[in-house]
């Protein structure tokens, strides 16, 4: 069977070798419960607070402003419910592009009568109207929450979370931004950045999946989310995930260690397709904005709808090339990508490839004379 080609490394990244290695002890000889007094809970408490400490310093942020949990649809489900049960938002203004974490949260307040739920609008290259944003923000003084994605998963896309942040300020808004494609991927100021709620998985930068962060801004008081025996700092009860966190905090430092070096590698690979799709095929398109502000991972390729075009994710497949239509998330969801329809695109067949550290350009060539094979 010939070696297998991953493209889709914004559903999830392998875990790289020195964050399995960084883990394994905490499988087996350091395996005591953290609330436990004596020497094997004493171990394992000190690792998860210095990998607090750790993924602290590296998003400029206090280490009581972290909080580990399952991944990012935990920590923004907890983020946006705080946000309207305990902080008093009556009104979510978010987007139609958001991870379903958001929008299926959103519209669950919504069908609950809990807040009312605003979309601000998306310009034609799939970013946020900071205009449309300022004017409902200024439309009504009752409590809100905006909650929008740092970069989108699907296109690319990238925020200006600092100057959403700005707004949000000026208007007494609560700010969840999702960062869970960023976290990694990107450099945060946490102290500079006005931001209440921010997220993280380690599985999108080459750490564990089931494993992830929440930051609440240590003026942002909420009540626990998880009752019970009083983890994390009694936000979070329930026996921590120690292996998971310790390689959450290992990836991030590799992720932060190597940024410049990964980012050129990696966006050299998608300048080099994007060039050869241009160069070689008749009539595809770039859903967002792929060489402005989006993030270097990630190229949304529309090709003309036909029926080879139809298979072209199936065929992929079985060629041992792996890429998807979009989100994840929605993988077996027979309705497409909300994000692709929001953007207006009808006419072509999108597929998403998402690089990482491991790709090479061997493999955008063997990708693209498959491209040519099957159209």
């Known amino acids: 069977m010939a070696a297998r080609i991953y493209f889709d490394n914004a559903a999830t990244t392998p875990i790289d070798p020195e964050v399995l290695t960084t883990m394994m002890p905490y499988f087996t000889e350091h395996f005591g419960n953290p609330s436990s007094i004596y020497s094997y809970g004493r171990e394992t408490k000190m690792a998860i607070e210095k990998a607090r400490k750790s993924v602290a310093l590296i ?22 419910f705080s946000a309207v049960r305990q902080l008093g938002c ?40 900071m205009e449309d944003l300022e004017k409902k923000l200024n439309a009504e003084s009752s409590k809100t929450l905006v909650s929008l994605i740092h970069a989108n998963n699907e296109i690319g896309n990238i925020t200006d979370i ?49 494993a992830g962060i929440l930051y609440i801004n240590s003026e942002t008081a909420i009540e626990p989310f998880i009752h019970g025996g009083g983890q994390e700092r009694n936000m979070r009860s329930g026996t921590e995930n120690i292996y998971g966190i310790v390689g959450f905090a290992k990836a991030l430092e590799i992720a932060t260690a190597n940024h410049n070096a990964d980012k050129i590698h990696i966006s050299e690979l998608k300048l080099y397709l994007k060039r050869k ?9 770039f859903n967002g904005d792929p060489e402005g502000n989006s ?32 989100s994840a998330c929605s993988s077996g969801a027979e309705q497409g990508s909300h994000v692709i329809r929001a953007l207006g695109n009808n006419t072509h067949n999108t ?25």
């Open 277 to 285: 799709l241009e160069k070689d095929f008749k009539g595809i398109i």
């Open 59 to 80: 998003l400029n942020a206090r280490p009581s402003e972290i909080f580990f949990t399952s991944g990012g649809t935990e920590s923004s489900n907890t983020a946006i």
């Open 351 to 375: 597929v998403r490839f998402s690089f990482s550290k491991f790709n090479t350009k061997d493999e955008i060539d063997i990708l693209l004379n498959k491209l040519s094979e099957l159209n």
């Open 162 to 210: 600092n100057a959403v942040g700005e707004l949000c300020k000026k208007y007494n808004a609560i700010f969840h931004a999702d960062t869970v494609q960023t976290v990694g991927h990107f450099p945060f100021n946490l102290k500079e950045t006005k931001v209440d709620f921010i997220t993280g998985a380690g599985h999108k930068f080459h750490g564990p999946k089931g």
């Open 90 to 129: 009556k009104r979510i203004i978010t987007s139609s592009i958001e991870h379903h974490a958001t929008l299926h949260t959103c519209g669950f307040l919504h069908k609950n009568g809990e807040a009312v739920v605003e979309y601000v609008n998306i310009l034609s290259n799939g970013h946020i109207d």
């Open 295 to 326: 993030l270097y991972t990630v190229l949304s390729v529309g090709f003309p709808r036909n029926e080879k075009s139809d298979m072209l994710l199936f065929n992929l497949d079985v060629n041992n090339i792996c890429a998807s239509g979009g």
